[in-house]
């Protein structure tokens, strides 16, 4: 998908919501329990329930491999349903890789063409080499962490580094790497203020913002300070939405909260683009 | 496994070296090719051909990935057959993990329990919240980035912070953090002259050292100025051995190699701690 077709679908929708695919065995509804694949059945409903109001889905890779070689087999299940059914949704692997230039390539194997995702979210700690094996990919995304919405990213990435907060550095070293037209940023809604100064380095990218929900994001304030004439931004939500209930009407509850949040994202792509 | 029994594994067998363990489909043996799981034969070849040579594998997450459901079939089948056959051996997933707090407790989940590795490599952007929840885990033992071995390492790691390079922040945050005895860290071995540095921060804690061999690391350096009492290191070699031979004859030339190495280590540990 190029970033043209992505910024078509956020003004048809009128969303630029993306829902977090987060499975855990221990919070999904127990009804679920009883069927062969709990996690795949659990992201298919939620999925159907809410496509028209997402632009994007984001499994965070984590809650698959936790259930070992069964949690992989949902990931690829989950990923192909999603492809054949709701070609036009952007998908994001949120693996959080990166390694030395052999070892990338791999992982951008396994995300790209394996698993056929769009994207996939990946770590700058090891510079250039780690990341370019990621853009050498036509067509396909690698959203790197810029400032996160946790409370370790004030540990390093706000480190002052020659004058300028690590993140700003990592943003603008990423910048002269080769097909970095090809980059997107992980910046956290927990911190809608850096978003003025974000948009001064990275003016045209897109920004995946988590933290909105139960991290406590505020959506107004990021689109405040985040969004670009491009709109720029692909806002997600798991655990708000995709818990939203524990019982048998968990996905009518999941497509309720992600109505409430593509209602406020509607009014603000209004506002500005006058869709 | 605790650090003491690695220390004293390292003395009987007189050797530090860990195997790392790249199955690529393109690099390994064409007749294994014709097996069901290629990936497993390789590895269960080159494993019981080295086991009493080095103290450690390191199975490269990204090159099981890269294969999809099958990759990581063989990944399990791989630590299983470890953890079954050499149980004194120290395992790492190296897997370059890291996220937001409860997302990392499912990759911990992943490796100590679901795969029960001794071990698994993690990346320090994210921070405190991001690591703390691997270290959490007993007699597990949690290795992040510090220094790495390939030219990106100078894009961020050594950026000076505040009057220090980021990677010597990185180390002496991280001794803050809660359990932080069960850290390890990885530090190339392409920078040797660096060793000195960092033994004043980490004097006690154990350095994994990825670069000996195909990325030009020397062994003696490494050694001159990263060696603790305890010898403290585990080098990592894994093109130089595993690849060693394209033929029916792999498994025996990747002993032959390993062997060259023990053989160099031995000497040092026979010159250090007179065993």
């Not at 480190?159 to 550095?169: M, V």
């Not at 920004?207 to 491009?230: F, H, R, T, W």
Request: hydrophobic share 40%.
């Amino acid at each position: 998908m190029t970033t043209q077709q992505l910024h078509e679908q956020i003004l048809q929708k009128k969303s630029f919501l993306c829902v977090g695919l987060d499975p855990d065995l221990t919070k999904i509804p127990q009804h679920l329990l009883e069927t062969e694949d709990p996690i795949f059945e659990f992201n298919k409903a939620i999925i159907d329930s809410t496509h028209d109001l997402t632009v994007g889905y984001k499994p965070n890779t984590a809650f698959f491999e936790a259930y070992g070689i069964k949690g992989w087999m949902s990931l690829q299940k989950t990923i192909n349903y999603i492809n054949e059914n709701y070609p036009d949704i952007f998908t994001i692997a949120d693996a959080k890789r990166g390694d030395i230039g052999n070892t990338s390539s791999m992982y951008a194997k396994a995300f790209f063409e394996d698993l056929n995702f769009d994207s996939v979210t990946v770590a700058p700690y090891m510079g250039k080499d780690s990341v370019e094996p990621f853009l050498a990919f036509e067509n396909k995304h690698t959203i790197m962490l810029a400032l996160t919405s946790n409370e370790g990213a004030f540990d390093f990435q706000t480190l002052n580094t020659n004058g300028k907060e690590l993140y700003k550095q990592v943003l603008e070293t990423s910048k002269t790497w080769k097909n970095s037209e090809n980059l997107m940023y992980v910046v956290g809604a927990t911190k809608a203020e850096y978003f003025t100064e974000i948009r001064k380095i990275v003016p045209d990218s897109f920004l995946l913002v988590p933290g909105i929900g139960a991290q406590g994001g505020s959506l107004s304030e990021v689109c405040k300070y985040g969004m670009n004439d491009k709109v720029g931004l692909l806002v997600n939500s798991a655990r708000a939405i995709i818990y939203a209930s524990k019982g048998t009407d968990f996905a009518e509850k999941a497509r309720e909260e992600a109505l409430k949040v593509q209602k406020e994202m509607a009014e603000i792509i209004g506002l500005k683009f006058q869709v």
